[in-house]
Each structure stands twice: as C-alpha cells, then as structure tokens.
C-alpha cells in the first residue's frame, strides 16, 4: 500500500481538541507519553501474560469466563448486523488504517462513557464488563481474514489491555500478535494482558475472522504516579476529540433482549 491509498486525512497526526476552540498538537504529546510509559511501566505488573497468568494478576477477568456463553450469543446477535460496524478510521479518523473494511470496531466504552446506543445491543456483555473495575474503554475488535495491523504503540499509558477472544481462526498459530518481542496467537476464552504503549503487531495469516473483546482499564498507579495517569484520563474523558469519536462511534445497532 502506499501513501496514495490512504484517504486524506486518516491516520495522520494533527490537533488533539481540549474545547471545541483549544487544542494541542498531537504527535508531541504521545512523545511525551510514550516517554513517561517507559517510567510507569516500572510500576505496572510483569506484563504481557497470557492465560492462567493473566487471571492470577487479574483475577477480576474471570468475570467474563462466565459469562463466556452470553457474550458469544451478544456478539452472534451483532454480527447479524455486521454491515452497519464502523471500520476503526471512520470512527477515529487520525488512528491507525487498514485498507478497505477488514479491521472493524464496536466500541461501547470510551475513556469511561458508555455508548448506550451500542450497548444496547450486547446487554449480556455489558453486564459483565460492569463487574470489572476501573473500566475505560470497551470494544469488539474484528479483524477479517489476510488483514495486517502495522507495528504500532498506544498512548495510554498506566492503562492495561486486555484481549478476551471470542472468535479464531481454525489454524489459530496463523492469526498472531508480537508484543515487544514475545510472540502470541489467540485461542477462544484464553485471556491476554499487555501494556498497550509496548510495540505491538497484528497479521491474520488466513481467510478467516479473529473477533476478540478488548477492554482497558486502570493499572492502579502509586503514588505520584496515579497523578499523572488521573489527569491525563480526566483530560482526555472531557475533551472535544473523545466526545467527537463517541459520536461517530455510535450507529444504534437494534437492542437484544438479554439472556
């Protein structure tokens, strides 16, 4: 792919919006970011893990182990509707592009604001999202078959992400994640932990869909690191950019009667 095929505009850097009038350039402040992660990784658990591992260090998880069935049968109900699911770039214009429609995203969470017109649709799954503390974004990832995410970091430092897969290929060992050098591949109801700001990278080596349940939360911070981690989550809850994306994020998907 080259640069030409990229639509203007998408996955570029640009203005992070405080107000609808105030801003600050975006690149320079996931530089900082990022930097600052390298520090607040120093305070995080031994990350990623993957498995029984991960609920050892996280045992509220297992929550979503339980209610795996009802979760599955939210997802089914949504993918009856999957024409209507947002690509990544349309919902967040400046973010990360994969061609065409192939990585698709329902968000239900964002910096801590519930999209109940989406949640409505996976009543069961937001259940047991509700169960797990300090939650701040929630979404189904889907990502078709012969698809590539590129290497990439997040910004959100103090954050942990976690991967609950819900659909995988047959030949799962095909469709893969590297995260900072430890190689992974998801297995239906096998969890995985990892700090979002490590380089990571994504490539479904089949002709199949990989849907997994991606949830972050608080990495409860000591002190003074919970400072920062607290403002930069109340700035980025409040700010126009986050309010922009819950806009675009929310396409009404009809609601499903809980199980």
């Not at 047991?128 to 078959?145: D, K």
Request: net charge neutral; with cysteine; hydrophobic share 40%.
């Amino acid at each position: 792919m080259t640069t030409t095929d990229v639509p203007k505009g998408v996955g570029q850097k640009g203005r992070f919006y405080l107000t609808k009038n105030i801003w600050v350039p975006q690149e320079p402040l996931e530089k900082l970011n990022l930097k600052l992660s390298d520090w607040i990784l120093q305070n995080m658990p031994k990350l990623p893990l993957a498995g029984d591992e991960a609920l050892k260090s996280f045992p509220f998880l297992a929550e979503l182990r339980k209610s795996h069935d009802k979760i599955k049968a939210d997802l089914d109900y949504l993918l009856s509707h999957h024409e209507e699911i947002p690509t990544l770039h349309e919902v967040h214009p400046r973010d990360l592009y994969v061609p065409g429609r192939a990585w698709r995203t329902f968000i239900l969470k964002i910096y801590g604001h519930e999209i109940e017109a989406n949640t409505a649709a996976v009543p069961d799954t937001m259940a047991a999202i509700n169960r797990i503390p300090g939650v701040h974004t929630a979404l189904f990832s889907i990502l078709n078959g012969r698809a590539e995410i590129e290497p990439h970091r997040g910004s959100a430092a103090g954050v942990v992400r976690f991967h609950y897969p819900l659909i995988v290929p047959s030949e799962p060992e095909k469709c893969w994640i590297e995260i900072g050098g430890h190689h992974f591949f998801w297995e239906v109801g096998v969890p995985l932990v990892f700090d979002d700001t490590r380089e990571h990278w994504v490539k479904n080596q089949t002709d199949e869909t990989r849907v997994v349940l991606i949830i972050d939360f608080n990495a409860n911070m000591p002190f003074p690191v919970n400072l920062y981690t607290g403002l930069r989550y109340e700035l980025g809850r409040r700010s126009a950019e986050v309010k922009a994306v819950y806009e675009r994020a929310a396409i009404g998907v009809p609601p499903r009667t809980p199980a």
